[in-house]
């Protein structure tokens, strides 16, 4: 069953940085777009950051934007978040999911396939 896979979460000091990578596994992003989101405890789950497979065409939350970068990595079919300047406000829950029709919005329901999650935690 294709699924996808988070890693790269931890602990780090207020304005550290994280960076964090979703692996498809059994199956290729291809015409996809793959979204980066984030629930703190006690919060609706949020959008943060999207790229479009084909073209890279991205978009950011006004939370992160400048401070987050979104990525491609064709060789090992991953996406990644580069998440510097990073912010006690960051801390969440930070899940990877993929709209294969490829359209990449901020909107939760529109993405099909979602991975489990990794912690991100910034002390202050």
């Known amino acids: 069953q294709a699924q996808l896979v988070e890693s790269g979460g931890g602990l780090v000091q207020a304005g550290g940085s994280l960076r964090l990578s979703c692996a498809a596994s059994?199956?290729?992003?291809?015409?996809?777009?793959v979204g980066w989101f984030r629930q703190a405890a006690g919060k609706e789950r949020e959008f943060v950051a999207t790229?479009?497979?084909?073209?890279?065409?991205?978009f950011y939350s006004d939370s992160v934007k400048g401070r987050f970068t979104i990525s491609r990595d064709f060789a090992n079919n991953t996406v990644n978040l580069q998440m510097n300047s990073l912010k006690p406000e960051d801390t969440a829950v930070y899940y990877c999911?993929?709209?294969?029709?490829?359209?990449?919005?901020?909107?939760?329901?529109?993405?099909?396939?979602w991975g489990q999650g990794t912690q991100v935690t910034v002390s202050s």
């Open positions: 059994g199956r290729t992003f291809d015409n996809d777009a």
């Open positions: 999911a993929a709209d294969r029709r490829g359209w990449g919005t901020r909107w939760t329901h529109e993405y099909e396939d």
């Open positions: 790229i479009r497979w084909q073209g890279g065409i991205k």
